[in-house]
């Protein structure tokens, strides 16, 4: 019983301080720096995890890890590079690591007309292709991880979303451009 018992204490003691750096403390941390946000989008898992880059942070988690978790040493940097300075993200309860303006909703702007794309149906719901399984949409040939609307995404966009509509058989699942493109909201190329 002793020899069964050592390696699992062994384990356990090994993998306790793994645990430590994403804990509820950095959340209660971050809710009294800025209390405002303890109702909002902010007081979640995802202010610093989602989308996640590397070791399932995103970019404003690694920069906050990056500097000894000193929540004003980055208040005045743009982590999600959406030219909007954390601090001001954070203000107005925006996640500072995202460039989605609430959560996992994002605006793929261009000419054609905007398009609004709910990302957490696309990639948890049932009745979507994706079964949540990240590969499916993100990889070397498709999305990146990261989001940044100053990319074209049209030459990846259309065959794979277009694609996967066209595949799912559903009759909610739109087909034709203007039912995924707002005209209302176009952006005239400058």
Avoid at 33 to 40: A, K, L
Avoid at 122 to 132: C, E
Wanted: with cysteine.
């Amino acid at each position: 019983m002793k020899n069964g018992l050592t390696p699992c204490i062994l384990l356990v003691a090994l993998w306790i301080p793994a645990l430590s750096f994403a804990t509820p403390g950095i959340m209660k941390q971050f809710i009294a720096r800025y209390p405002d946000t303890e109702e909002s989008q902010l007081a979640s898992c995802r202010t610093c995890h989602l989308p996640a880059l590397e070791n399932c942070l995103n970019s404003y988690a690694q920069l906050l890890k990056e500097n000894g978790l000193d929540f004003s040493a980055i208040e005045q940097t743009d982590a999600d590079a959406d030219g909007i300075v954390n601090i001001d993200e954070i203000r107005v309860h925006q996640l500072p690591g995202s460039q989605a303006q609430a959560d996992e909703i994002f605006l793929f702007t261009n000419r054609i007309g905007a398009i609004t794309f709910n990302h957490e149906k696309h990639s948890l719901a049932d009745s979507y292709l994706s079964k949540g399984k990240c590969v499916n949409c993100h990889g070397p040939e498709t999305f990146p991880r990261k989001f940044d609307d100053n990319e074209p995404w049209q030459p990846i966009a259309h065959p794979l979303c277009k694609g996967c509509h066209k595949e799912s058989g559903s009759e909610k699942a739109p087909k034709r451009c203007f039912a995924c493109h707002d005209k209302s909201n176009r952006k005239l190329l400058e």
